[in-house]
Each structure stands twice: as structure tokens, then as C-alpha cells.
């Protein structure tokens, strides 16, 4: 079995890009949990969902395993509010746990590394993950990426909007009953505030290879 790497973190952290390169870097296949989350809110959007409705929110994540991921929308700011908002229900995060949980099995074979990214990885989808990183960025450094990617993606934003909204998105992620993002025991805090992707890419480097 591939030996599991999750990186776990606040929005604009950096897990992404970071995960993206390592997975190439080791031909190690990457699940990016956050777009599970990301898919259900454009299925609930174009089938305009009541979210409120668990009967209507579930037949959108029955349609998950096999929907298209490339559309541009699951990137866009009210996807990304959505998301947060759906990822505080329980029924929606224990729905998903199996799909993510396979994904080694599914996908791992003959591979040395499988990366799971998100907020619970480390902490409850696999408890037992052989290497575990939390990433944090300041929230004004974190917006401003955010603001970037979205500006380089057309949308018409303003900073401050997006500012309050990485905000917003932590007290939700943190904050939340089930599955709050927070550090699992044994991981490795990483500050990328301040640090390159590479600089971030050698000190996961350093523990994935040293053990
Ligand atoms: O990582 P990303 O920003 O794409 O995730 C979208 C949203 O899905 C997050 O704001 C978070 O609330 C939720 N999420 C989660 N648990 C995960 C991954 C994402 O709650 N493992």
C-alpha cells in the first residue's frame, strides 16, 4: 500500500499548489477533498437546491462520483462560501468519508505516495496517515492570494470582500461541530506566510524521505 501524505490547512494556505507539485514531483496521486465539497454546491446551485433540504443536498452528492470537475465555477467566490456552508453538515461530511477513504486503494497501486488534501484528513478521514502537515498563512497574505486567483480567473472582486470572506470561511471551518478544522496530534505545523513553494516543498521533502 502507498503510504498516505495529508495535508490539511486554512483556505489559501498554500495545500494546493504545494500538493499539486509534489504529486507530480513523485508521480503520487492527488485527491483534493475540497472539491467533493465544491461539486455538491454547483449541482445545488444549477439544480437551484435548498440546502436546507437533505433529501434534495443528497441526490446532489449521489451525482458527485460521477461528475465532470472541469468547469470554472468551482473555483468562484460563491462556490467557495457554499461549500463551507454545506461542509458544517454532518450527513454531507459522512456521505463523503468512504469516497475518500477508496481513493488509495483505487488509485495507489505500484505507488510509493498517495496525497489526500483538505481540513479533516489528518484528523478524521485517515487518523492513521503516515505523514501529516497543517498549513497557515496570515489571513491578509491568504486574501491576497485568494484575490489574485480570482482576478486572474475574471471575476470582478474587490479585496476587502475577499479578505472577509477568508475570514468568514475559517470561523466556519474552525468553529464547526463536526470535523472542525484543527491540527491532528501528530502533525507538523507549517507556517507558509512567509515561504516559497519550494521552501514549503523541501521541508515536507525532508520528513516524507527521512522515514
Ligand atoms: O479546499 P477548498 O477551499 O477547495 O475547500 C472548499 C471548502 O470545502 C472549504 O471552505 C471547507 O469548508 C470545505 N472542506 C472541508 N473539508 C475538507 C475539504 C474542504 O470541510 N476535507
Known amino acids: 500500500m502507498p503510504k498516505v501524505i495529508a495535508i490539511d490547512g486554512a483556505a489559501s494556505s498554500g495545500k494546493s499548489t504545494v500538493s ?30 435548498n440546502i436546507k433540504s437533505k433529501k434534495e443536498l443528497l441526490k446532489c452528492i449521489h451525482e458527485i462520483e460521477k461528475a465532470n470537475y472541469k468547469n470554472d465555477e468551482l473555483y468562484s467566490n460563491k462556490v467557495s462560501l457554499l461549500s463551507s456552508k454545506i461542509a458544517t453538515k454532518k450527513y454531507v461530511r459522512d456521505s463523503l468519508i468512504h469516497l475518500q477513504r477508496e481513493f488509495p486503494k483505487k488509485y495507489g497501486k505500484g505507488k510509493r505516495f498517495v496525497i489526500i488534501e483538505g481540513r479533516d484528513i489528518g484528523t478524521v478521514v485517515f487518523p492513521k ?83
Open 129 to 211: 496517515a503516515d505523514y501529516k502537515f497543517f498549513f497557515w498563512a496570515s489571513a491578509d497574505i491568504r486574501a491576497k492570494r485568494r484575490y489574485e486567483q480570482l482576478i486572474k480567473n475574471g471575476e470582478k472582486v474587490g479585496f476587502k470582500g475577499i479578505y472577509r470572506d477568508i475570514i468568514h470561511r475559517d470561523k466556519a471551518d474552525l468553529n464547526r461541530k463536526v470535523a472542525p478544522l484543527k491540527p491532528a496530534v501528530n502533525s507538523l505545523l507549517i507556517d507558509t506566510s512567509f515561504l516559497s513553494i519550494s521552501a514549503v516543498l523541501k521541508i515536507i521533502e525532508r520528513n516524507i524521505l527521512i522515514r
Open 20 to 49: 499539486k507539485f509534489l504529486s507530480k514531483k513523485y508521480n503520487s496521486p492527488l485527491l483534493h477533498s475540497g472539491l467533493l465539497y465544491r461539486k455538491i454546491s454547483v449541482l445545488a446551485i444549477q439544480n437551484g437546491i
